[in-house]
């Protein structure tokens, strides 16, 4: 469980997470809630995750809803080296500002970079870059048609190909699954807020992980 004693990150913080997972083991890694990048004043905030997963090891990395607050600014890099046998689980759900508050109207940096390699080699690259008028850019119908949550999956196993149908016949239409290889299988999905993409999420994460989801997820 990874805890952030202060409470959610504005300029100036930097936060480093290293972690491995040994040859043979299994490791989920979670948070206790949701992040927060709060408005910042001044800079941005950073931060960095770097993970290994050894021979026929699992990683299931599994962070909560990252919050963007207006005025917030981010750039945040997770970078992951799996070895030929190695298997993983990793979603990143992120959410655009906080309707309950009425933050319907956001300005913000984010920059967001994920870089998954399997044996020294890419298997997986994505970046994302917002600045300035978030809304705005989210309201187009090629990027978030009016959606204000959003989450990246990847499943990497022997067995991600035998998911893709029972998946796609759980998302919404919001959502997307495909193989990028037999055994590397991708997931996009967008929802109206926070709540719909948990909803959409869990029984997503519950088969994927073999029902062994952190509790916290739940609370």
């Known amino acids: ?79 992951v080296d799996l070895s030929a046998s190695s298997r993983l689980l990793m979603v990143e759900p992120v959410v655009f500002g906080r309707l309950a508050m009425g933050e319907s109207q956001l300005s913000l940096e984010f920059h967001d970079r994920i870089e998954i390699r399997r044996g020294g080699q890419p298997l997986y690259l994505d970046g994302v870059r917002i600045e300035g008028n978030a809304t705005a850019r989210l309201d187009r ?39 990028l290889q037999p055994d590397v299988l991708a997931i996009r999905l967008l929802a109206e807020d926070s709540f719909f993409l948990r909803r959409d999420l869990l029984p997503i994460l519950d088969r994927l992980s073999q029902n062994t989801l952190p509790a916290s997820w739940r609370l």
Do not use: C, K
């Open 1 to 79: 469980m990874l805890i952030n004693t202060s409470g959610g990150l504005t300029g100036g913080d930097s936060f480093d997470i290293e972690a491995t997972a040994g040859d043979g083991t299994v490791l989920t890694l979670t948070t206790q809630a949701a992040e927060r990048a709060y408005r910042s004043a001044d800079g941005h905030a950073q931060m960095t995750s770097s993970l290994r997963v050894g021979d026929n090891a699992t990683l299931m990395w599994l962070p909560q809803e990252m919050i963007l607050f207006d005025g917030s600014a981010l750039r945040r890099n997770l970078s």
């Open 141 to 179: 119908r090629a990027l978030g048609a009016g959606m204000t949550a959003m989450a990246s999956l990847l499943y990497v196993s022997s067995d991600a190909e035998s998911h893709i149908d029972p998946l796609r016949a759980m998302l919404p239409s919001t959502g997307g699954a495909t193989l």
